[in-house]
């Protein structure tokens, strides 16, 4: 049966709608109540260290599992029977990566850790590449609804293992590992991965080159969003992360909320054939634009005041950061809205020019400035490499599926 277009239209705002809130359940969960309150059964230091490490995880996930499961997504009609399989190989070397990566950057990244809290983090790790790409499941049937309950489940997860924190196991890591493995757990029992899942491995060559094609830009890109954290922490201290993440909180929120958006967008044009890039490119352009813009003024408002509420022990050294943080955080994720157009219609190696220009801007504009202005001087260049990864995004996607395609026209 043929569905209307309407009708498609209609359950794709709803599943905007539906992935906003279930994001936002998740955001306010983790940002608003757990870390607020680790940090205040935790040194200054000690919550810098675990800002720090969690954005490593959470790093090392998404480069992994996050990659393989966009290729995934996009593979509809790309790859035959027999190279769609490869995919069983390659999760289980998404799960091995994971773990031999984060033992080794935490080998030598933590030198004062208990070896019980070093492998509950090698865990945890693993955890969160396999969610990230499990949810493909949901993704590829455009069942948002199915999201938009593991939020839930993870969200209540995540407040369980605050509980167990506070009152039983006192090391924080407890709370995030509980939380990805009732996660997991629920992904277990809602997806049909045990069904497709074999030990018949199969390797094709297209299928791991546009993995390790998709691995590189995304590995440039998980980093530099936690880049803040790694960039500040051996140059400033422990101390200064944890200031600076809460001067960039409010706006960060904001891009933990908006980012999701992207999957929704990609998932959506990996089931539609042959559908006009630059058209859809000017919708997300227009879309992305007036949704930061709301960001950023909402984030210029709010920021003190939730600011003061959550941390405010911090309150007095970020008066002068939090608006660029967050300017910087925005745009980010702005420029993140507009990518999955340029996943769908532009080749990959766009995004590893893309990514590898913003890395390089962030640390050659960062550090020389940080150096000069300390943690005010590492915002204004954060901001800066925010604004030229954001202008490559948009003129890669003008040239493109613009120029490019009128001077096909009249060859």
């Known amino acids: 049966m043929k569905v209307s277009v309407y009708s498609l239209k209609k359950k794709m705002y709803f599943d905007f709608l539906l992935n906003i809130v279930a994001n936002l359940i998740f955001t306010v969960s983790s940002q608003i109540v757990v870390y607020p309150i680790i940090s205040k059964n935790i040194s200054e230091a000690s919550f810098g260290t675990l800002l720090t490490v969690m954005g490593i995880s959470n790093a090392i996930g998404v480069i992994f599992g996050g990659s393989l499961s966009q290729i995934r997504l996009l593979s509809k009609g790309k790859y035959t029977f027999e190279e769609n399989e490869s995919f069983n190989f390659l999760f289980l070397m998404t799960i091995f990566f994971s773990f031999i990566t984060s033992n080794f950057i935490y080998f030598f990244f933590l030198g004062e850790i208990d070896k019980i809290s070093f492998l509950m983090l090698l865990v945890l790790t693993s955890f969160i590449a396999i969610r990230s790409y499990l949810v493909v499941y949901y993704r590829i049937n455009l069942n948002f609804k199915m999201i938009f309950l593991h939020m839930i489940m993870t969200s209540l997860g995540y407040i369980f293992g605050l509980i167990v924190f506070i009152f039983f196991i006192k090391t924080w890591v407890i709370v995030f590992l509980i939380g990805e493995i009732i996660s997991f757990l629920f992904l277990y029992y809602t997806t049909n991965w045990k069904s497709e899942f074999n030990f018949n491995f199969k390797f094709s060559k297209k299928v791991g080159l546009d993995y390790f094609q998709l691995i590189t830009s995304s590995s440039v890109y998980s980093m530099m969003t936690y880049v803040d954290r ?3 922490y051996p140059f400033l201290g422990a101390s200064q992360v944890a200031i600076y993440y809460a001067a960039s909180l409010v706006g960060k929120l904001a891009g933990i909320v908006l980012l999701p958006l992207s999957n929704v967008i990609l998932s959506y044009l990996s089931s539609e054939e042959n559908k006009d890039g630059w058209k859809i490119f000017k919708i997300l352009f227009f879309f992305s634009f007036f949704l930061g813009l709301l960001a950023l003024i909402t984030s210029i408002l709010l920021s003190p005041f939730l600011i003061r509420i959550l941390y405010p022990n911090l309150m007095n050294s970020i008066e002068n950061v939090y608006i660029f943080a967050s300017f910087a955080a925005i745009i980010s994720a702005v ?23 913003y890395a390089v801007s962030y ?49």
């Open 230 to 232: 790694l960039l500040i």
């Open 335 to 357: 420029a993140a809205l507009l990518q999955p157009a340029l996943m769908r219609y532009c080749p990959l190696w766009y995004q590893t020019f893309i990514q590898s220009i």
């Open 363 to 411: 640390v050659g504009f960062s550090i020389p400035l940080m150096n000069v202005w300390g943690l005010k001087g590492f915002a204004y260049g954060n901001l800066i490499a925010s604004l030229i990864r954001y202008l490559l995004v948009v003129g890669i996607g003008i040239y493109y599926l613009k120029i490019k395609n009128i001077e096909k026209e009249f060859k």
